[in-house]
């Protein structure tokens, strides 16, 4: 469902799976005068857990909106040992960038950005490198420049986490940034990091995935959008897609082919994430 | 959900959209004790249609399983103008396969039968030609011979339909049959004959789709399931698949190529419609 | 084969088959000092036609490249009747891209040519509205507008000839231009136009074929990359993509998605053309 | 290009490359009164190597048959230090099945066996267990049991090899045999033994893939066939295909999916293989 233009409140619930949650959780919309216009649910029985998505209509809604998490925790999430989140469709979510030499991902998310495809605001894009700042000054996006050393990386972190919170930013794109984040990034913004890495996970994790999958002789190659936990490239995947090789692709081929990848399924991460259509647990997502 | 081994009732419905439907079916499931496995829901927005499927254990469901449709009847369909149907996971399909001179997708339907890959019963095939007749016999299959020519369709298909209702038949699978049913067989089959057609529809439809393709250039060739309506090929599309063919492949490669999505394509909806998960509305399928 | 940084001639041929075309071809680039980087052929058995794309190092070539044509056909293509084409790879494609209110096709080929992905040079686009004005301006290229009515449609083309011409443009892009060209333009620039058509073609040719698939209910979309000729959405297929969608996705999500089809598929075809990879034959390409 | 029908020699070959081979080979062809079928050439830039597949038909060669291999090395592969492998269409390959409990492969195969879909002769099936011998049986081909233990297996393979021997088997399929040969066995049969591997290689090797997938929650899985070398799952691919799966598919529905990737792209293979399409070359294969 695409819901650009509508006034909406989103929910995001998961807790032990029991009978009646459903019912329960539709009903307290229905009796409020919310009209659902989103329920997908999922239930993971080998591990007994509920999982939904709930998109209603606010226009009538009788509980507003800034008190609808207080009722929901009292009336519903409390009795079902719920965790949950809810969102608005009206606020716009605020992403950062991190980018490093490699234009191909930020040139697709500019576009998107730039064309309305996607509602959200990208207030700067942080980099080690000074490769792609006339693409930023190109689209009006401050664009800083935070050179990273051994010496300098927690500094130069504690720096980046400053400005992200002045500029109010709600979560992170890694687009080929190659530097690895230190925990202390990623513990600000948990799950709410979202890397691209050039393979098709777990093959080929870590630097230069296209040489090694050239060198074993993959007939595929693929590009996995994740989100960015403290174990390198074994976070919660969003999304993968692959495409087709054969012996006649040299690497430079390989290469040219997956940046296509990268940046289509680096995008759908993000459109998913903007519409808070995703549910981590248990180091996997759930995609509605 | 693979409900292979459940005891479980599985009901799809539906109905113009309202407010309250999931709350009340599912409460109407809960108060009898059904513990629910499977709920998917569907909102058409457009049509303002609202679909479901449901499936749950029916071990300490209060309500007798040939009572469930009556009480379902009364306390809930008839107040939101609903269509349903109800399946138990118990029973099993039994299914007549059609085919004329081409072995590979019913090889394919034997072979998952065989393997208890499919909880169904195929007590006969019927073709219009006696080539395979000898794959039948090897899987102790009887296999029926109705010559058919345009003379003789009507009556052929008069006893193919008396055929289909002394053995109790459920559904029919089209697998790569070359003749066209009549509307007479469609009716009193409706939703219920599957197609495999060897083309990506609706590109393609009618006689030799593979020469076609292979004539225009196509870089994709396809294949289409669909359930047999009495506009040829028009019938609502169940599921669909591709593969890449080049300037190298020769038409019998695209043949060749084509047969292997074909069985594929056409196993795939025959699992669906086995387990229940394909609602129809509209010339369209819902595939839950 | 990336042929990005070699200084090469690429040849592509076609002629009727007769034994000994390779041997006599590669002999004469071989006694002439050149080192084959690039042989693939095929042969259309159906046709009874051979073809190939030859790609050869010039540096220790004994032949001028001026006169390579000449010699190669006095020497080679007059005994097999051979059409040919010869190519240099020093030398930039000048492509001039039209477009209309849509920007995804036209930020990513932007994209592309800016980063260097492409050795091409963009002179100017062409439209027939004012809306991708700014995105002209962003990338620094000259934006001409043709507002096209049924009466001034011969003169505006006509001066769209003779600017086209002026420019030195070898090939365009039609990049979701939602204008039928007339068979004036076709003809001046005949296996010079590639065009993105938002369907699986033959599937859904003409107007709005997001629509058409929506209301057909396919599970697959797809976008196709064609030359353009005087029937429309007929011309030789370069490449073709397709993506799953399901009942779930309404009318938009076709679209949004289809967008991200069109825009790689489009890409691929002008990467194809610009590396002289493709021949058109009999309104099939063979892609090499 | 299908050569199903042809009276043909294939020619397989590899050697470093350098000017004028092809034009060397097709010339000897050529001058021996070969029409040539097909011809597609390789050269891996980085390693300098030059791979062809050649193929033409036999009617008017003035070379007989059995002369061909001698007349060649003599003539031509002497000359540019080449390996070379030579076939003859009319020869049909003699494969022998290797399966344990699981029959959806071996089913698919001896399918297109018994359509004559492959040109091959299945002399014999061998298994360590009783499960698959029914569908031998049905099939009328010869079904050899070795139970294998840590103890035995030593001898029970020597006898499988003296076995395969006997019956002149040419090439090995291991359909989901769920035991690991041991060098003995590989050695005798290099390059002859097609393995299907249920995970996208190099993701997950060994055993439990499908429950590493589910567990690991990848978007897509796939299916890998490759020959087998000493190093587990580490030998060339051949062909490789993915599906897509989500959170909603439990464990068992990754298996049924994949099962269905595994019987085509094993099948996929072992077409290759029949055809001689296959060059193996620095642990990765050139598939002509």
Known sequence: MESNNRNTAILLVYCPDQRGIVANVTEFIDNNNGNIVYLDQHVDFEGNMFFMRLEWELEKF???????????QTQIASKYK?????????????????????????????????????????????????????????????????????????????????LLKDNGIDFIILARYMQILSPMIIKEFEHRIINIHHSFLPAFPGAKPYHSAYKRGVKIIGATSHYVTADLDEGPIIDQDVTRVSHKDPLETLIRKGQDLEKIVLSRAVYLHLHHRILTYNNKTIVF
Not at 62 to 72: C, G, H, N, Q, R
Not at 121 to 144: D, G, M, Q, V, Y
Not at 149 to 155: H, L, S, V
């Open 62 to 72: 009788l509980i507003p909106a800034v008190k609808i998490s207080d009722y929901f």
């Open 82 to 162: 719920m965790q949950f989140e809810l969102y608005f469709s009206v606020n716009k979510l605020r992403m950062a960038i991190f980018v490093s030499n490699m234009s191909h991902c930020l040139y697709d998310m500019l576009a998107r950005h730039q064309s309305c495809e996607w509602k959200a605001e990208i207030p700067l894009i942080i980099s080690n490198h000074e490769t792609l700042k006339p693409i930023a000054e190109r689209f009006n996006i401050p664009f800083h420049i935070f050179n990273i050393t051994e010496e300098n990386k927690a500094d130069q972190e504690k720096k980046q986490i400053e």
